[in-house]
């Protein structure tokens, strides 16, 4: 860190105390995203939700289950209870 000036180390802080957040936003933004996108675009998309919600916390075996079903609906429902824990 000493590298940084005081104010990277600050944004480099608050990066990592807000992750979950971050990572909570942007699945939610990625549902949008599998309700309006198809074929490959839409395997990628999966991906990254995969990705933010191991991130948060979510089981591995749910993730598998969350994208081997492809409902978007099942993503929602999650981040909504995931919200409500914050």
Known sequence: MANYSKHQQRIIKNYYENRDAIALQRVQELVTELYLTEGKKREKHWKTVANHLEKLGVK?????????QDDPELVANLVKNLMAEQ
């Not at 591995?60 to 081997?68: D, I, R």
């Open 60 to 68: 591995p075996a749910h993730v598998k289950h969350l994208v081997e």
